[in-house]
């Protein structure tokens, strides 16, 4: 079994990617969209993320980094909770003694498209010709794409930064 990479695209409407990597990698293993709880007290958001990751994590036991994408200026509210999402995420890696990988969103873009202002449709669109499936939503692509930024990443050896 290889070792596996879970991407998070964390948002109210939270994209994730697990997939493979090595020598003989199949790539992407498992996908979907989680909308976030976000009734109610605001941190049932972040506990929502919190169980989604650690159920990911219960279901692929060799998961050996955790991506995301970098938290950046989006308006206020929008800002707030991706910050608050990463530190979930960053906590998250630590414990787990995980390699937590942060993708910037303007580089993801250039990896995915060739341009760093490319718009969704873009992104689903070449998603969908790099992994040969339609994703579903435009949060499930971006969770692709972060998967497939982290797997070069790694097989390069530029693991961004190790939890301990």
Known sequence: MLPTIIAIDPAASTGWAVGDYGAGASGLLAWGCHHLTTAGHVGWRFASLEDLVKETLRRF???VALAWERAFHRGAAATRYHHGYVAI???IAARQVLVAIEIDNQQLKVIA???GGADKAAMMRCAERQ?????ATSDEADAWWIYYAARVQMQRGLSGRASA
């Open 61 to 63: 036991p060799q998961t």
């Open 89 to 91: 995420l960053s906590a």
């Open 113 to 115: 498209t060739g341009s």
């Open 131 to 135: 992994f040969g499936r339609v994703p």
